[in-house]
């Protein structure tokens, strides 16, 4: 049985190059798969919390430790990543390239490690530092440091500046794919060129030296108590990253609609679809003229007519104002300015965004 989940046809002499419409590809494959996974993680946290929250709280660190499972024994075994040896690739060291090492014969340790690193902890680490982007952002929107404190100047000057590293971080990779197209770079991305490596299609030779690997690991018996052990160890950590990558292998268009049925474009389809009925409005609305129409755009505070900050509901009629704009009308008049019902400050509620 041999672990490749694209097309097995050999390339000729002279056209192991991958296209970049492969190479790419390739890339894009796991990055559709972890939102898929996360969504379904989040189902299962939201159904049941006390025994599936966890999975929710660690999800990246969890995808983590099974992303090293699956890419380690992909590396040893077929000299690829899981999603390039989806697409009947593999890496082979960079050198003269005259001579090509079958993928059964693995890579250099420096290699190995390099591109296990590179395949994990970048994404994990880019993960991790927008997420902190996001929180600071939307810390930066409810501050209540003073203008002047130097840790607020700090992360101002930090969320300024993370466009432009992000910016050059993207362009970085669409100018090694632009001069791969051109035939002036070897590599797509960066990340190979770091790990000291290249993709070529796999071979006929290929082909039937992993046909052959793997019908000796399975007929090969162990007589001694360690090396028993060893290969009990070696086999439950293979059988693991066999199921995962069996798995992600069956399971991989299921989890690249769910990504694309959750995506942002289509939240808009979907809440229009599952959407509950809207409640009834106050009741003095309806009876009486409020002192303060409320504006057409839900996102503008109805008192001082500017896009809200530090958004704040009022507990006896639902409406939301800014904080500073409720708390004084509150704190002066007694009564919510919208629907007249009696109000006191005990009665604001601070709302928070789901990401907080």
């Given at each position: 049985?041999?672990?490749?989940?694209?097309?097995?046809?050999?390339?000729?002499?002279?056209?192991?190059?991958?296209?970049?419409?492969?190479?790419?590809?390739?890339?894009?494959l796991m990055a559709a798969v972890k939102p898929a996974l996360q969504h379904l993680v989040k189902v299962l946290a939201e159904s049941n919390p006390a025994r599936y929250g966890f999975l929710w709280h660690w999800f990246d660190e969890?995808?983590?430790?099974?992303?090293?499972?699956?890419?380690?024994?992909?590396l040893g075994r077929c000299s690829a990543s899981f999603s390039e040896n989806f697409y009947s690739l593999k890496r082979i060291p960079m050198g003269d390239g005259r001579r090509q090492p079958l993928a059964t014969a693995g890579l250099p340790k420096r290699q190995h490690w390099k591109s296990l690193l590179l395949l994990v902890l970048v994404?994990?680490?880019?993960?991790?530092?927008?997420?902190?982007?996001?929180?600071?952002?939307?810390?930066?929107?409810?501050?209540?440091?003073?203008?002047s404190s130097s840790w607020k100047?700090?992360?101002r000057a930090f969320l300024a500046a993370y466009p432009y590293v992000n910016m050059t971080w993207e362009g970085w990779f669409?100018?090694?794919?632009?001069?791969?197209?051109?035939?002036?770079?070897?590599?797509?991305?960066?990340?190979l060129k770091l790990a000291g490596v290249r993709l070529v299609r796999l071979t006929a030779e290929d082909i039937q030296a992993l046909e052959k690997k793997w019908a000796e690991t399975t007929s090969n018996q162990t007589h001694s108590f360690t090396?028993?052990?060893?290969?009990?160890?070696?086999?439950?950590l293979s059988g693991i990253a066999f199921s995962l990558s069996t798995g992600l292998s069956v399971s991989v268009f299921f989890l690249q609609f769910l990504d694309w049925w959750y995506s942002s474009e289509n939240q808009e389809t979907i809440k229009s679809l599952t959407a509950l009925p809207t409640p009834q409005p106050p009741v003095h609305l309806e009876q009486e003229p409020s002192p303060a129409p409320l504006p057409r755009l839900k996102s503008v505070c109805p008192l001082c007519r500017k896009v809200r900050v530090n958004a704040t509901a009022l507990a006896t009629s639902g409406f939301v104002f800014c904080y500073r704009c409720a708390y004084s009308h509150v704190k002066a008049h007694q009564r919510c300015p919208l629907t007249g019902y009696p109000t006191e400050l005990q009665h604001l509620v601070k709302l928070y965004s789901p990401e907080s």
């Open positions: 049985m041999v672990e490749v989940g694209a097309h097995l046809t050999a390339a000729p002499a002279g056209a192991d190059r991958p296209s970049v419409f492969e190479a790419v590809a390739q890339d894009s969890i995808y983590v430790l099974l992303d090293v499972l699956l890419q380690q024994h992909y994404p994990y680490l880019k993960g991790k530092l927008e997420k902190l982007v996001s929180s600071l952002r939307e810390e930066d929107e409810y501050s209540i440091h003073p203008p100047r700090f992360y669409l100018i090694q794919q632009l001069c791969y197209i051109l035939g002036k770079a070897e590599h797509h991305s960066p990340m090396s028993r052990v060893q290969s009990a160890l070696r086999k439950a």
